[in-house]
């Protein structure tokens, strides 16, 4: 029985046409545009374009710079802003990369943990009671990976009235999941909220709502010493992101809301599929994730009870691997015993994982 994996944080797609065909383009006539070390005007433009700030000066290309992925993006952010020690407040459930990226730039990560009887609420109140003077970073992933929750524009509104009362603290919002909403409500960026104390940092990319896996490609959005600062480490340590993979997310930027729309489209019958399946086990799945395409189902029912959460966990994860089902252990997410299920995957697969999964969750 070969093994089906549900646990890749990147899906199945194919880039759109009109993206490979410019690329194809530009490799025919041959010699490529030399790039600044920050990318490429055109893209630089056209991403700050999206954005509309309210109360606050137009997002311009002096704000933006293209890294090499999102994880770069957030890597080179990090780095700008932390110092020695400072802490960054993670609520979790969270992205497993944030652990180490914060400790690769020297800070400390603080889990705040939110709660799925509340569908992973975060608010005002436990935010202000998390901060400390050492704060200097809230991370937020929006829509969450992997929860799927997304945040609306009231709710984030909310914590904007905390966080505006500590100057001194950036907020960090990964937007990588924004085209991937299956709300009726479209994600609301951090940079349409007002931004007084310029404390506002954004990254995205494209391999997840525009499908160019593989193309090694993400931007930063943040105030233009910040963004400066980035652009000099990028400089020193690498350089510009391949022209090609540029070009590429460029035709993307573009063609966005009907990549987006394709995406989501392709994606309806696999996510509904499999959220019929975790309706089945009690309790398991309490509220329809939002976005991404992921569910986190609360496998805790299924934990050795005379275990640490942690080991049961793996354990758990451990035993679905045996019937051949690959899944990502929501402890390295700061959750044990729940499960991230991607179903950006062929539907057989996704219909015999899930066949599979029954046989161990009953
Ligand atoms: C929330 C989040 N941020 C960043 C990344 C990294 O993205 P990229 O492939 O653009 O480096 C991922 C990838 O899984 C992710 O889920």
């Not at 709660?115 to 998390?130: C, D, G, K």
């Not at 987006?260 to 959220?275: D, K, P, V, Y």
Request: hydrophobic share 45%.
């Amino acid at each position: 029985m070969s093994p089906i994996s549900l646990a890749s944080g990147y899906g199945n797609f194919l880039p759109a046409s009109e993206v490979t065909s410019r690329v194809v383009n530009l490799l025919h006539v041959g010699r490529l545009p030399v790039s600044p070390v920050e990318g490429l005007l055109a893209l630089r433009e056209a991403l700050a374009a999206n954005y509309h700030q309210q109360d606050g000066p137009p997002i311009t290309p002096f704000n933006v710079v293209v890294t090499p992925g999102t994880k770069a993006a957030l890597f080179a952010l990090l780095c700008a802003v932390l110092h020695p020690g400072d802490e960054v407040l993670l609520p979790t459930p969270n992205w497993f990369g944030f652990w180490e990226l914060v400790e690769r730039a020297g800070g400390v990560v603080r889990e705040l943990p939110l709660s799925v009887a509340n569908n992973h609420a975060l608010t005002p109140e436990s935010l202000q009671a998390a901060i400390t003077p050492r704060t200097r970073v809230l991370i937020f992933t929006n829509p969450n990976n992997p929860t799927g929750r997304i945040y609306q524009r009231a709710e984030v509104e909310a914590l904007l009235t905390v966080t505006r009362q500590h100057p001194r603290l950036f907020v960090l919002s990964d937007e990588i999941y924004d085209g991937i909403c299956f709300n009726s409500e479209s994600v609301p960026s951090l940079l349409s909220f007002p931004d007084p104390n310029n404390q506002h940092l954004v990254v995205n990319g494209f391999s997840k709502s525009l499908t160019l896996l593989g193309w090694n490609i993400g931007y930063l959005v943040a105030p233009p010493a910040v963004a400066r600062a980035c652009t000099r480490q990028q400089f020193a340590t690498g350089g510009a992101v391949a022209v090609p993979s540029q070009i590429a997310a460029l035709a993307a930027t573009e063609a966005r809301t009907s990549i987006t729309t394709t995406l989501r489209q392709q994606l309806l019958a696999n996510r509904q599929r499999l959220l019929d399946f975790l309706a089945t086990l009690p309790g398991a799945l309490p509220y329809a994730p939002g976005g991404t395409y992921y569910a986190f189902p609360d496998l805790r029912a299924f934990l050795a009870p005379d275990l640490a959460p942690a080991e049961a966990s793996a354990q758990l994860t451990a035993k679905l691997k045996a019937v051949g089902v690959v899944v990502v252990d929501g402890a390295t997410c700061g959750a044990p015993g729940f499960a991230r299920l991607s179903y950006a995957v062929p539907v057989a697969e996704l219909t015999e994982a899930i066949r599979r999964l029954a046989a161990v969750l009953q």
